[in-house]
């Protein structure tokens, strides 16, 4: 068996494109290995390396027998030509004839002898750097290949038994004009850019991260995040601080070094006065720090920095320099935060006059308005709420758009209006809206639960969205721009992990009423529920609620109710997950068959009541499933209308018995037209009972 490893080597890729980089390469790589499989293969990947590696791959490809099917057997000439030229073939003579049953059929059958792995991997490579798209890649040198950034070498060995061999693959640079100019594959790579620069070559695969170890490149990415974050605990610790948890910048910081060198440095004690927010947003925005804090969560005047090199002075003047220039940002900083604090947030709002929300949906100030409409119709479904409170929270929500520090951190808006609220004298409540009606702005941010940070939250939502269905502007495939999708989820994390019965339809209408665009309404709102739709499946997926399921509850219409809707879903759920569910949701699809039939080949409905009062002809299994029909849809109903769900699919759990029983002994399609007509009718009666609660033929399975 060999092993092989290939090595990417450039400047310094994004650290954003990375993983994602390494993936999509590995892909290719395997994708290309065509009746190869590897035993293992991983994809490592630092600043600036992306590297391969396969263990276990044959020495060749198996031999493979290819075979196409060709016209039918005296087809015209014109036929017959082009299938031999798509087959590289010379005559019909070299083809076989073969009965598929439908006729005859010329077969062109090639044999074709398996490749080594050598040969494959040679025309493969190339074929990667020129099929891989990265987000975004450029030109260099006058060259006409793109990459993400300018590669330096590429390194592709195969080892076995005998020893290692390059793999002669080549890369063409040049734009097609004059003297070509090649990328050729060797043997060599380099270690860390500065300190340790000289190429040399990879024994074998096991050793291939220990020696890039040794020359101050750590190839594992779990391994450069885990050093981090222990090195950082432990400079933290020594002064009873610990780092503040950052994932994400840890994930960024990891994949901006090579070789991480962890230092802690101190911000100065004057800087300690600005709010919270803004030290950290400083740090982590634009200087990659991390934050550190006391045990009781409180911001410590310290950060850790990394680097990615080491010095003879054991970073002094690295830590010195940061220091510096953290002291230049919190400056900036503190200038703001001063100036922000001379004018009062109420003082701001006619400046959002200013600032253009979307061209088509007119200013910030148009939908602060718009927002303050909706929130009159909010109040009153969100226990708690105060409608004075709310119009406060609303008209002061978006003032801090017009602060210094949020033109200097977009990421602060909110936050920044909270303390400049509190500053001003507003009420807690009503600061604390400003900042929550942010949220949730991810999938594992906490949902607001206060009444104005809910109230705040929804008419900030509901309006966008519906401003931007009623424009057109949809999300459409993987685009999103004006992020639909986010906000959508946002209402129905609110709204379900709240308990609010919202009647979205009506909310809607309101705020297209607010937005005053010649549209046509119900059109726009049958978008916004189907979106709504699609959003809920996405956002019940991980708790297990199946998709057809809600699917089959959205297909009743006329449902907006998103607490209503998800309740009986899982109710529904949970009734087929049992025996008598399961049970009749097979009686109903016979059910629903049988008249579906009839009805098509008469050419009329038996979707109407049937004649109770019919008696010539009826068997015992018959009545006894009227009757219960009769009584099991009353009490359904009864229970759907109080909305116990449970107790509708219970009520309808009484049908399986007579259903299986008059399966047994009834004959629907008998001689007899009206008793014929009787019985389609009744199992018409089971479909539509059935389809109270949700349309049963949605549901897959």
């Not at 379900?496 to 119900?522: K, Y």
């Amino acid at each position: 068996m060999t092993d092989f490893l290939l090595e990417f080597l450039s400047e310094e890729i994004p650290a954003r494109m990375q993983a994602r980089g390494g993936e999509d390469l590995l892909a290719l790589l395997l994708s290309g290995l065509v009746d190869i499989k590897p035993a293992t293969a991983r994809a490592f990947f630092t600043p600036r390396r992306v590297a391969l590696v396969l263990e276990g791959l044959p020495d060749r490809q198996a031999d493979r027998t290819i075979e196409l099917r060709g016209p039918r057997v005296g087809a015209p000439e014109a036929a017959l030509a082009g299938f031999l030229r798509s087959a590289g073939l010379d005559h019909i003579d070299q083809c076989e004839i073969r009965d598929s049953g439908k006729g005859s059929f010329y077969f062109a059958v090639k044999h074709e002898p398996g490749q080594t792995i050598d040969a494959l991997l040679a025309g493969l490579i190339p074929d990667m750097l020129s099929r891989m798209v990265w987000p975004k890649s450029m030109r260099w040198a006058g060259y006409g290949v793109r990459w993400v950034r300018p590669l330096q070498s590429v390194l592709a060995v195969l080892y076995d038994k005998s020893g290692s061999r390059v793999v002669p693959a080549r890369w063409r640079l040049d734009r097609g004009e004059g003297e070509p100019v090649w990328l050729e594959a060797g043997d060599t790579t380099e270690g860390h850019r500065f300190l340790a620069p000289e190429r040399f070559a990879v024994a074998n695969c096991d050793s291939y991260q220990s020696v890039l170890r040794q020359r101050f490149v750590i190839l594992d990415v779990a391994e450069r995040k885990a050093r981090i974050q222990e090195e950082g605990a432990a400079l933290a610790a020594h002064h009873g601080l610990r780092v503040k948890e950052d994932p994400g910048l840890l994930d960024e910081v990891a994949g901006l070094v090579e070789w991480p060198v962890v230092r802690l440095g101190r911000i100065r004690p004057d800087f300690m006065a600005l709010p919270a927010e803004v030290l950290t947003t400083s740090m982590r925005t634009h200087q990659k720090y991390f934050a550190c804090e006391t045990e009781s969560g409180e911001i410590a005047p310290f950060f850790v920095v990394v680097g990615n090199t080491e010095t003879i002075d054991g970073g002094v003047q690295f830590v010195a320099g940061n220091e510096r220039v953290l002291r230049a940002r919190l400056s900036d900083a503190q200038f703001f935060w001063d100036q922000d604090r001379k004018a009062t947030l109420e003082s701001r709002v006619g400046r959002l006059k200013e600032r253009v929300f979307h061209a088509k949906l007119g200013t910030v100030h148009d939908k602060v308005e718009r927002m303050a409409a909706l929130a009159a119709s909010l109040v009153p479904l969100v226990p708690g709420a105060v409608l004075a409170d709310a119009q406060r929270a609303v008209t002061l929500a978006k003032a801090d758009l017009s602060s210094a520090l949020v033109g200097e951190f977009p990421e602060l808006q909110g936050v920044m209006g909270r303390y400049l609220a509190l500053h001003d004298g507003e009420t807690p409540e009503i600061a604390q809206a400003i900042a929550g009606h942010y949220a949730p702005a991810g999938a594992s941010d906490a949902v607001p639960t206060a009444p104005l940070d809910i109230v705040v939250a929804l008419a900030d939502r509901l309006d966008t969205l519906a401003g931007f269905f009623a424009i057109g502007e949809t999300p459409t495939g993987s685009k999103d721009p004006y992020a639909l999708r986010r906000a959508a989820l946002g209402v129905i994390r609110i709204v379900l992990d709240n308990g609010l019965r919202l009647p979205l339809a009506s909310l809607f209408g309101e705020a297209l009423t607010a937005l005053a665009l010649p549209v046509d309404r119900d059109a726009v709102i049958a978008s916004l529920l189907a979106f709504f739709a699609d959003r809920l499946k996405v956002a019940l997926r991980d708790e297990g609620v199946r998709h057809d399921l809600l699917e089959a509850v959205f297909a009743l219409g006329g449902e907006d109710d998103l607490v209503r809707l998800v309740a009986r879903t899982r109710a529904l759920q949970a009734f087929l997950a049992t025996e008598d569910g399961a049970n009749l949701l097979t009686a109903y699809r016979r059910a629903s068959k049988i008249v579906a039939i009839e009805e098509k080949k008469d050419g009329k409905s038996y979707r109407a009541p049937h004649d109770q009062g019919w008696i010539q002809g009826r068997a015992p299994e018959e009545v006894k499933l009227e009757e219960q029909l009769q009584s099991v849809s009353r009490d359904s109903d009864e229970k759907l209308a109080a909305e116990d769900f449970e107790g509708a699919m219970a009520a309808l759990a009484q049908l399986r018995r007579p259903v299986d029983d008059f399966f047994e002994a009834v004959t629907v399609n008998v001689d007899i037209e009206t008793l014929r007509e009787n019985r389609l009718r009744l199992l018409a009666g089971i479909w539509q009972a059935l389809d109270r609660v949700a349309d049963f033929s949605k549901i897959e399975g």
